[in-house]
């Protein structure tokens, strides 16, 4: 059984949106968008640790591989776990139009079980935009980047401006974003207009 709900369906005055001519170049790394990310910070010691590449037009690959950490059943990954590496490979997907967004909606197939230590290979692409919504989909494969599908998500993102953090964030964690100039740096590689 598969399919997805309506709200994943962009209007038929949609648009394929353009690559930002400032995105990143296919094959480079994306790095984090935030330290303490539970998907991608590397300062989170209990996070997913997922580094996205850019791909080719509107595109990005990642790689996961599931820890003994990630089980739901024995020996076997959590599913939320699962979709949240695919959140996460969806959310890097902003890089390339250069927009903040946050996920809306996220709908997720489960097609086969996960092993504890399978490298789960992660593509994503935006599928079309309208407005602030930015419709897009990912695969996670297991046994090397063209084996069986074992994941497949659709998400809807929103785009939003930098306050929507400052405004929502605990202020603690705000403060200290904001007096990093790392952080305020990546912030401002999301914005089109900054
Ligand atoms: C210097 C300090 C810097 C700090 C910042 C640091 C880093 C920033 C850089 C990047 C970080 C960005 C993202 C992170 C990337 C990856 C991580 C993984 C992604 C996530 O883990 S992210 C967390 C989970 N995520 C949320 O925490 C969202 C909670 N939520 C809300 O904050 C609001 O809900 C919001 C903003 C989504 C919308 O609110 P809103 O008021 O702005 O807009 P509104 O409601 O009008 O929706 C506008 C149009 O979207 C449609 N729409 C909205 N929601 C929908 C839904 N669920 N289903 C179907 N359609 C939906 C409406 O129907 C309307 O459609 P239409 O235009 O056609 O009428």
Redesign the pocket.
């Known amino acids: 059984m598969s399919g997805t709900s309506a709200?994943l369906k962009p209007p038929a005055d949609a648009v394929r949106p353009v690559r930002h001519p400032e995105a990143p170049a296919p094959g480079e790394l994306l790095g984090a968008?935030?330290e303490h990310?539970f998907?991608c910070g590397e300062g989170q010691r209990h996070g997913l640790h997922l580094q996205a590449r850019a791909g080719d037009g509107l595109s990005v690959t990642a790689e996961f591989t599931v820890q003994a950490a990630h089980q739901g059943a024995p020996g076997l990954a959590h599913g939320g776990i699962l979709t949240t590496a695919l959140?996460?490979t969806?959310?890097?997907l902003?890089w390339l139009l250069r927009v903040?967004?946050?996920?809306?909606?996220l709908e997720t197939d489960f097609v086969r079980p996960v092993p504890v230590d399978t490298v789960l290979h992660l593509d994503a692409e935006i599928t079309a935009v309208?407005?602030?919504?930015i419709y897009s989909r990912a695969t996670g494969r297991i046994g090397g980047p063209d084996g069986p599908v074992a994941v497949r998500a659709e998400a809807?993102f929103?785009e939003?401006k930098?306050d929507?953090?400052?405004e929502?964030?605990r202020p603690a964690e705000?403060e200290a974003?904001?007096a990093d100039p790392d952080?305020?740096r990546?912030?401002r590689a999301?914005e089109v207009n900054p």
Request: aromatic residues 8%; proline residues 0%; charged residues 15%.
């Open positions: 709200a968008h935030y990310c998907g959140d996460e969806l959310g890097s902003n903040i967004a946050v996920t809306g909606r309208h407005g602030r919504k809807l929103i939003v930098v929507h953090f400052i929502n964030g705000i974003a904001m952080q305020v990546r912030a999301f």
